[in-house]
């Protein structure tokens, strides 16, 4: 499968099985797109005749180029047979019942009461709870417990907001480090927080220990306080960047991520994402679309799509620009290895959310991920007896990338990995069908990521 598109002057060709990607002149990029369909005769007069005008444009080199291309298909860069298919049902089924990582639910209440948020202000549509000591031990038993091989163990503390259940946090760490050097373990842990309750201990304590942190922070204090604010309808806007930017500071400016959510309010999500660069000092990035119902007044219209779009192409361009002005910023969906990864395991088989990974609420139940919990159709079991749900726990196995019919003629899937399964059921009502929306919009950042590659190599 062939994938051609033209952004930030670059004619970008992506074979998209083969992981190919191959920048090339306008008549070039005219002969791929003619060369399945059409024989070299064809190709030629065709060309000829649009490119009349240009006289560098001959029959000669016209008939090289399309030796060049059949020269790519015959390696395999070009034009390349779809081979992971049959691979799909298989891969998850190798790694067994493995878990390599989960989300603790160490507070499942909140000090904000944001209007947009998914989890019902921290409580999941339940009863507001913190995780004991005791669940939170017996979760990462659980995790070294049905890790198998695995050295490398990640470990999310997530909410509702975890520093409301601070101590609980410091001490699972405690017992954590206590116990991986004999069950021959390493634990990654990762702490998301709306920042409200930073102080000088958690600074300290994050910065030692939390391998990442996330930090809540839409952009603007005009967008941040519309939608992010306390049970008395204040904004948090004043209260938390200047403790994000003391904790950025003390960790010396990396391994963290400011991660803001752009709704309705604010399509033109780029004004945020400068203000928190070159006003406030944060490089690390992320803006992630809302994901709420259609009638919310912070659902992204379908006007709001496209202007995404031209806003993605837009945060492209300027991050170029810092590139190439030596104070570069990181925007996170733009983070692609080319060369490196991820593995073919992963681009099939997606996340692993329900197999890999699952989240722990504050009572020890398991759910495949954050998104699923509170819904008791998705409870897979408990740190306790384990998965039970083992009917559910299959049907997770078997979302991948080649799961929805959807997905079939689909360029990207071999970088989204099939999509979010949470975002795909709470749009579709099955995990194998797919959030449009969300799909749109991908594939936009995978193309300005590619040219920014493109871009960055100085082709």
């Given at each position: ?284 990035l992320s803006m992630e679309p809302v994901v709420c119902a259609p009638g919310d007044p912070a659902a992204l219209t379908a006007e709001d799509l496209e202007t995404v779009k031209e806003q993605y ?147």
């Open positions: 499968m062939v994938h051609q598109y033209q952004l930030g002057g670059y004619n970008i060709v992506l074979d998209a099985c083969s992981g190919s990607i191959h920048v090339v002149d306008e008549a070039a990029y005219d002969v791929i797109a003619l060369f399945e369909d059409h024989s070299p005769d064809e190709i030629v007069a065709a060309l000829l005749e649009k490119y009349a005008a240009r006289p560098d444009v001959t029959e000669e080199e016209l008939r090289r180029c399309i030796g060049d291309v059949q020269a790519l298909k015959d390696g395999g860069k070009l034009f390349s047979p779809d081979t992971f298919a049959p691979l799909a049902g298989t891969f998850k089924e190798r790694s067994g019942d493995v878990v390599k990582a989960l989300c603790l639910h160490v507070a499942h209440t909140c000090n904000l009461n944001c209007a947009y948020c998914f989890a019902s202000q921290g409580r999941y549509s339940g009863d507001r709870a913190l995780m004991s000591f005791e669940t939170g031990k017996q979760a990462l038993d659980f995790l070294i417990e049905h890790s198998g091989s695995r050295t490398n163990l990640e470990v999310d503390f997530f909410g509702g907001e975890p520093l409301m259940n601070w101590q609980v946090v410091k001490d699972l760490v405690a017992y954590a480090r206590s116990v991986e050097a004999s069950a021959g373990k390493r634990f990654r842990f990762t702490l998301t927080t709306n920042g409200m309750l930073i102080d000088g201990d958690v600074i300290d304590f994050a910065n030692r220990e939390m391998d990442n942190v996330v930090l809540s922070l839409d952009g603007r204090r005009e967008i941040h306080d519309a939608l992010r604010v306390d049970y008395a309808g204040q904004g948090s806007y004043h209260r938390i960047v200047p403790k994000f930017q003391e904790l950025v500071r003390a960790r010396g400016g990396e391994r963290y991520y400011i991660r803001g959510t752009f709704t309705h309010r604010n399509p033109d999500f780029t004004r945020d994402l400068f203000h928190m660069a070159d006003e406030l000092g944060f490089t690390q192409e837009l945060l492209a361009a300027d991050m170029l620009r810092r590139q190439r002005e030596g104070r570069p910023i990181t925007f996170y969906h733009y983070m692609l290895d080319l060369e490196n990864g991820p593995c073919v395991y992963k681009r099939i088989s997606g996340c692993g959310s329900g197999t890999e990974y699952m989240a722990v609420t504050p009572w020890g139940d398991l759910y495949p991920c954050h998104q699923f919990v509170g819904e008791e159709a998705f409870k897979l079991g408990n740190i306790w007896d384990g998965v039970t749900n083992t009917a559910l726990r299959e049907e997770f196995r078997a979302c991948n990338a080649y799961a929805r019919p959807e997905c079939a003629g689909c360029w990207a899937k071999l970088y989204c990995s099939g999509g979010c399964a949470a975002n795909a059921y709470h749009a579709s009502g099955s995990i194998r069908g797919v959030y449009e929306a969300g799909c749109a919009l991908f594939r936009k950042r995978i193309e300005c990521a590619i040219m920014m590659k493109a871009a960055e190599a100085g082709l």
